[in-house]
């Protein structure tokens, strides 16, 4: 019986020693992927010839003036009836 414990027990440290390298193993390649990745990008050097100067502007004013119409509004007798 001591010895089925023994050797379940082995197993089972073997698993998490695999476990454990596997995943550093992992982690490795995929640094080394995104450091790879990094390398591909395109640096490119601008040479300025002349300062930037915005210019803005002026705005026009634009004149409008609306239509309004004249609403036609009938008054209506109210009913009051009293009890």
């Known amino acids: 019986m001591k010895q089925s414990k023994i050797y ?6 073997k698993m998490k020693h695999t476990r454990y390298i596997f995943s550093v193993v992992l982690l490795v390649a995929l640094s080394a992927t995104g450091a ?3 390398d591909t990008l395109a640096t490119r050097n601008v040479t300025v010839q002349r300062e930037y100067k915005p210019v ?21 007798e109210a009913e009051v009836h009293r009890f």
């Open 8 to 13: 379940y027990h082995s197993i089972s440290v």
């Open 56 to 76: 803005i502007q002026d705005a026009g004013k634009i004149s409008f003036s609306p239509n309004i119409l004249e609403l036609k509004v009938e008054k209506i």
């Open 36 to 38: 790879k990745a990094q």
